[in-house]
């Protein structure tokens, strides 16, 4: 019977399976950061049990890190504890953490593949919902709570009940100024930020196939956000040169064994899944989100859709159905966090910004995903870029995704940004968030208004 990719790495991992109940499912590496790391260890302690295998584990610090003056004290008292929290639990459980001011800090996210701790073919954990970003080397990787934090740092397992599969198709080639974050904002605006409820998506066809791996990280990064499970791409040889060489990838003759296990890794020709779209690349412009939730979204030069069950969304944006976005002023840029924080984008967003200037209007957060991505960024001159147009090219750290470090944007103020969720005080308290690609986001930061990108490349 023929198998998907999903199936392929699913059955490998199942230690036992529990008659009429969840698969015991093996995990190959589970990443922990500040957040939701500290009550697992707590239990733990509590129960007097150890880490299993803590060698599998890898820490970073990046929700509550500020972006600016890192060798200096946190000022936010909950920030600093957290973050002290994390060290004590690694130091005294034997676990490698990547801590700030360190050459291989970062989101953990972005770290993982960057250091080669992310392969083909392996299951992976973290108690953050965008562990999904993984799934483009070919890997089931998957957001967990803080309980099962715990179980898989005592055991190495999880108690998993297979999810139904989907496979999106996307053909053809993206158009040029339109990217990876444009595409799944338009796959997510077209299913619906529901559409992948209970289950695993495998993305396929020409447009993904050409992506680079950073591209579909933002891709896999974003699954999550149309309900799903998590999402992957079969690997290829984009795969393997991307994880080749890296500090924890494997070496010689090690690395030509698991090379030959990878290229065994893609779904069988004749091989069902439960759901099914395809979609056409040329479809696609830049997309921008207008609501509440990342489903909302249309293509830049469109109108809002009538909708009723948007009022209260709209209500909240400030927005009327039948308006369009272009123009409508930003007083707030962010690029970064672990969908667009990588060096690829950092270089789309100099292609608009080289030559110009900040709008006098626009506070930006330009943050680097990791320590290697700040460096590489100042060695190829993209930060004097940005420093030389007026922004402040910051430290690494999740900044303003999420409002849990200093990176706030104020109530009432719109934001472009270049991250995963525009909920309702997702950035700061009544904050606005508009999802849009390092290309947008960076037409914006330089106009002060919503522009279409493509008019300034």
């Known amino acids: 019977m023929d198998k998907t990719l999903f199936d392929k790495i699913w059955e490998r991992h199942v230690v036992e399976s529990i008659a009429g109940g969840p698969d015991v499912l093996y995990i190959n590496r589970q990443l922990i950061h500040e957040v939701t790391s500290p009550q697992a260890f707590d239990s733990l302690r509590r129960r007097g049990v150890e880490v299993f295998r803590p060698q599998q584990v890898t820490a970073t610090p990046d929700h509550n890190t500020p972006t600016l003056n890192q060798r200096l004290p946190v000022k936010e008292e909950a920030s600093r504890k957290a973050l002290e929290a994390l060290r004590k639990n690694c130091r005294d459980n034997g676990i490698t953490i990547f801590d700030l001011n360190t050459e291989y800090n970062g989101i953990v996210h972005i770290v993982g593949p960057e250091l080669g701790f992310t392969r083909p073919g392996m299951t992976i954990v973290c108690g953050d919902s965008h562990t999904a970003t993984h799934g483009a080397f070919g890997c089931i990787a998957f957001g967990i709570g803080t309980s099962e934090v715990e179980m898989a740092l005592a ?33 997510i605006a077209q299913l619906g930020a529901s559409g992948g409820v209970g289950c695993f998506v495998e993305y396929a066809g020409e447009a993904f196939c050409s992506m680079s791996m950073e591209e579909r990280m933002t891709v896999c990064n974003m699954s999550i956000e149309m309900g799903a499970r998590g999402g992957l791409i079969a690997p290829d040889e984009t795969t393997f040169r991307y994880v080749k060489g890296r500090k924890f990838a494997p070496q010689g003759a090690e690395w030509d064994k698991k090379l030959s296990e990878w290229r065994q890794l893609f779904t069988d020709s004749n091989a069902l899944f439960d759901k099914e779209y395809s979609f056409e690349a040329n479809d696609i412009k830049p997309y921008i989100t207008y609501g ?20 209260k969304a709209l209500e909240y944006m400030g927005f009327k159905a039948g308006e369009k976005l272009l123009g409508k002023p930003v007083s707030y840029v962010f690029i970064g966090s672990c969908t667009n924080g990588r060096i690829e984008d950092f270089r789309a967003a100099a292609q608009i910004i080289k030559g110009r200037k900040k709008a006098d209007n626009v506070f930006a957060y330009l943050v680097p995903g990791s320590k290697s ?85």
């Open 155 to 187: 055991t190495q397992c999880l108690l998993q009940s297979k999810p139904k599969q989907m496979r999106i198709t996307l053909n053809g080639k993206l158009q040029r100024g339109v990217g990876a974050k444009d595409a799944i904002l338009y796959i």
């Open 373 to 457: 991505v700040e460096r590489q960024a100042r060695e190829e001159g993209l930060a004097a870029i940005f420093e030389e147009a007026g922004f402040t090219f910051r430290q690494p750290g999740c900044s303003a995704c999420l409002a849990m470090n200093e990176d706030k944007v104020p109530a009432g103020e719109y934001c472009a940004s270049t991250s995963n969720r525009n909920f309702e005080g997702r950035q700061g308290a009544g904050a606005r968030t508009l999802l849009v690609s390092p290309l947008t986001a960076a037409a914006a930061a330089v106009t002060g208004k919503i522009t279409d990108p493509r008019e300034l490349m």
């Open 292 to 311: 509440t939730n990342p489903g909302m979204g249309i293509g830049i030069d469109e109108a809002i859709p009538p909708d009723e069950a948007n009022s």
